[in-house]
């Protein structure tokens, strides 16, 4: 069984910073199958970061590109998202996934199949 468990959501101006954790546990999980998705209130679930197949290129989703960093800490198998220069569309609920070696695409919330609680941001204006 695989969990992925997320901290560090908060309330934040505009223009500051957060930095989100994600902690797997199970035994075949590796941080790099990890991403982040976000949802917004009356939105669609929303690609954010991710890494390609072998941890070594990162990915992000456009409205991200240039503010936000996707990082690991492979001995403790956990992903991190900074967030920084956040805006109050950033404000969501950001929530880390980890999808299975096989997966076609990296980022289709369609091919990740754990799911952490998810943490809140709020980016106020």
């Known amino acids: 069984q695989v969990q992925l468990v997320e901290s560090g959501g908060g309330v934040v101006q505009a223009g500051g910073s957060l930095r989100l954790s994600c902690a797997a546990s199970g035994r075949t999980f590796r941080w790099y199958l990890a991403g982040w998705f976000r949802q917004a209130p009356g939105k669609e679930r929303e690609f954010v970061a991710t890494?390609?197949?072998?941890?070594?290129?990162?990915y992000y989703g456009d409205s991200v590109k240039g503010r936000f960093t996707i990082s690991s800490d492979n001995a403790q198998n956990t992903v991190y998202l900074q967030m920084d220069r956040l805006k109050p569309e950033d404000t969501a609920v950001y929530y880390c996934?980890?999808?299975?070696?096989?997966?076609?695409?990296?980022?289709?919330?369609?091919?990740?199949?754990?799911w952490g609680q998810g943490t809140q941001v709020t980016v106020s204006s």
């Open positions: 996934a980890g999808r299975t070696p096989w997966s076609a695409n990296l980022d289709s919330q369609d091919d990740y199949i754990y």
């Open positions: 890494f390609n197949w072998s941890g070594s290129t990162t």
